[in-house]
């Protein structure tokens, strides 16, 4: 059986359609993992989140079938909804899958001139990251000053709870959504300073929504500080997160948070420059 995506391509679904649809016999062949990757493609043609029932107007695939596929793909991390539940997207594993194909997506593009540039001004490291499930995962980064060893690497994920873009992030959710989020994480004790509870989480997270920055004080990695803003587009939609990071050595966290308004400022730069891509494409 195939489905007819946005450009008109025809994407095969595979077997388990078969008796009920009358599927080709060719088509039966193409299995669970052909059936998922037409799925993605069926996104991929849209170019937008989609609801159940976009999803099943463009799939021969029986209501429960589809549901349990687009549930396994979200579990995987290959689909993801959007806050309210209603819509699913593409997920973020995808980039972890194929990194270099991210290169030229919104989010990056717009932001790698403000990184060069922060960089330079701030002679720290900048990291941008985005949320992956109820964790971090990183998607760029740029060094200036010292070599610093960091946990952080372009396309690697990390904790939200104790590094500075994880909570400028989970700050900026909806309440429903970081109520998800927090419930989701795990606590597992990194430095002498990592938060280990969800109640002193919850309690920071709103100081950080308040104040529109985060800091990490050490709590991933000892010795190693930054402060962190969350990327929120023109509808109110978390894209991701900023940061600069350095070292107890090199800055104290008191005065590396002196470069909170500029971060923001970029952050800000960052979201406007994404919306308008999106509105261009």
Same mark, same amino acid.
């Given at each position: 059986?195939?489905?007819?995506?946005?450009?008109?391509?025809?994407?095969?679904?595979?077997?388990?359609?078969?008796?009920?649809? @009358?599927? =080709?016999?060719?088509?039966? %062949?193409?299995?669970?993992?052909?059936?998922?990757?037409?799925?993605?493609?069926?996104?991929?043609? =849209?170019?937008?989140?989609?609801?159940?029932?976009?999803?099943?107007?463009?799939?021969?695939?029986?209501?429960?079938?589809?549901?349990?596929?687009?549930?396994?793909?979200?579990?995987?991390?290959?689909?993801?909804?959007?806050? @309210?539940?209603?819509?699913?997207?593409?997920?973020?594993?995808?980039?972890?899958?194929?990194?270099?194909?991210?290169?030229?997506?919104?989010?990056?593009?717009?932001?790698?001139?403000?990184?060069?540039?922060?960089?330079?001004?701030?002679?720290?490291?900048?990291?941008?990251?985005?949320?992956?499930?109820?964790?971090?995962?990183?998607?760029?980064?740029?060094?200036?000053?010292?070599?610093?060893?960091?946990?952080?690497?372009?396309?690697?994920?990390?904790?939200?709870?104790?590094?500075?873009?994880?909570?400028?992030?989970?700050?900026?959710?909806?309440?429903?959504?970081?109520?998800?989020?927090?419930?989701?994480?795990?606590?597992?004790?990194?430095?002498?300073?990592?938060?280990?509870?969800?109640? %002193?989480?919850?309690?920071?997270?709103?100081?950080?929504? =308040?104040?529109?920055?985060?800091?990490?004080?050490?709590?991933?990695?000892?010795?190693?500080?930054?402060?962190?803003?969350?990327?929120?587009?023109?509808?109110?939609?978390?894209?991701?997160?900023?940061?600069?990071?350095?070292?107890?050595?090199?800055?104290?966290?008191?005065?590396?948070?002196?470069?909170?308004?500029?971060?923001?400022?970029?952050?800000?730069?960052?979201?406007?420059?994404?919306?308008?891509?999106?509105? @261009?494409?």
């Amino acid at each position: 059986m195939s489905v007819n995506a946005k450009d008109g391509a025809s994407i095969g679904l595979g077997p388990d359609t078969a008796a009920e649809d @009358g599927a =080709a016999p060719e088509a039966d %062949r193409i299995g669970p993992l052909g059936r998922a990757l037409a799925l993605l493609d069926v996104f991929a043609a =849209a170019g937008r989140p989609l609801r159940f029932a976009d999803v099943h107007r463009a799939s021969p695939l029986p209501k429960a079938t589809l549901h349990r596929l687009l549930h396994q793909l979200e579990a995987e991390g290959m689909l993801m909804r959007e806050p @309210g539940g209603q819509h699913w997207r593409l997920g973020l594993r995808l980039i972890r899958l194929a990194h270099a194909a991210w290169e030229g997506a919104s989010l990056v593009e717009a932001a790698r001139p403000v990184l060069d540039r922060l960089a330079a001004e701030l002679g720290a490291t900048i990291h941008l990251a985005a949320l992956d499930g109820s964790d971090v995962l990183y998607l760029d980064k740029r060094h200036a000053g010292p070599s610093l060893r960091l946990f952080s690497r372009p396309g690697r994920v990390g904790p939200a709870y104790c590094t500075g873009v994880g909570k400028a992030m989970l700050a900026a959710l909806p309440a429903p959504a970081r109520a998800a989020a927090v419930a989701r994480q795990r606590f597992e004790r990194h430095t002498p300073h990592t938060i280990t509870s969800q109640g %002193r989480l919850d309690q920071e997270l709103a100081q950080i929504a =308040a104040r529109g920055h985060a800091v990490d004080d050490e709590e991933h990695e000892a010795g190693v500080v930054c402060v962190a803003a969350p990327i929120v587009g023109a509808r109110g939609t978390l894209l991701g997160a900023l940061s600069v990071t350095t070292t107890t050595r090199l800055l104290p966290l008191a005065e590396l948070e002196r470069h909170a308004p500029t971060l923001r400022s970029a952050a800000a730069e960052i979201a406007r420059a994404a919306d308008m891509q999106l509105i @261009g494409s």
